[in-house]
T-cell receptor, first 109, second 116 residues
């Protein structure tokens, strides 16, 4: 099946810093989503972005499908941005979403 | 209620118990999913239902038994579980399950299961 790798696995930043999270995938995809998992386990949809660039407030994402990677940018980090960020891809067929292992982000005040 | 809801949010059960997890989606979607999230492991797809028909079973042990009585409800029946089955169980839904050019999945808050 399709492989998804996220980097870095852990990231500790000061409040106000910017960050870039990366997601590499091994095959073409129909769907790519970025999620933020809060401390209670809820997966919050950030972006549905199989290709192109999208922005939502301080967050933006870019997927370059031909080169099989996606980037999530977080600007002016806040402590509430802490949590685990997952990239998940749908390669088509009956496999649903394949998740990466996530990036654990800690924003310190 | 909006989005995807799951009950209970927390469950502690013994290995000989029988319990059920419930998921309900209020989005008018046709596909529903069960995922398992264990500590230190990526989320794993367990089951996919499309229009109430099971379309995928990812080699899940028979002690997990899904049921989809209609397109809005999904159950996961549990019996004779093992301690290693302790995990966060997440339900999701999407407009369609495959072949769709737009197939964003939305997740419920999860049920945190502990098997003693």
């Amino acid at each position: 099946g399709i492989q998804v790798e996220q980097s870095p696995p852990d990231l500790i930043l000061q409040e106000g810093a910017n960050s870039t999270l990366r997601c590499n995938f091994s095959d073409s995809v129909n769907n790519l989503q970025w999620f933020h998992q809060n401390p209670w386990g809820q997966l919050i949809n950030l972006f549905y972005i199989p290709s192109g660039t999208k922005q939502n407030g301080r967050l933006s994402a870019t997927t370059v499908a031909t080169e099989r990677y996606s980037l999530l940018y977080i600007s002016s980090s806040q402590t509430t941005d802490s949590g685990v960020y997952f990239c998940a891809v749908d390669g088509g067929g009956a496999d649903g979403l394949t998740f990466g292992k996530g990036t654990h982000l800690i924003i310190q005040p | 209620e909006t989005g995807v809801t799951q009950t209970p949010r927390h469950l502690v059960m013994g290995m000989t118990n029988k319990k059920s997890l419930k998921c309900e989606q209020h989005l008018g979607h046709n596909a529903m999913y069960w995922y398992k999230q264990s500590a230190k492991k990526p989320l794993e797809l367990m089951f996919v239902y499309s229009l109430e028909e099971r379309v995928e079973n990812n080699s899940v042990p028979s002690r997990f038994s899904p049921e989809c009585p209609n397109s809005s409800h999904l159950f996961l029946h549990l019996h004779t579980l093992q301690p290693e089955d302790s995990a966060l169980y997440l339900c999701a839904s999407s407009q369609d399950w495959a072949g769709s050019s737009y197939n964003e999945q939305f997740f419920g808050p999860g049920t945190r299961l502990t098997v003693l």
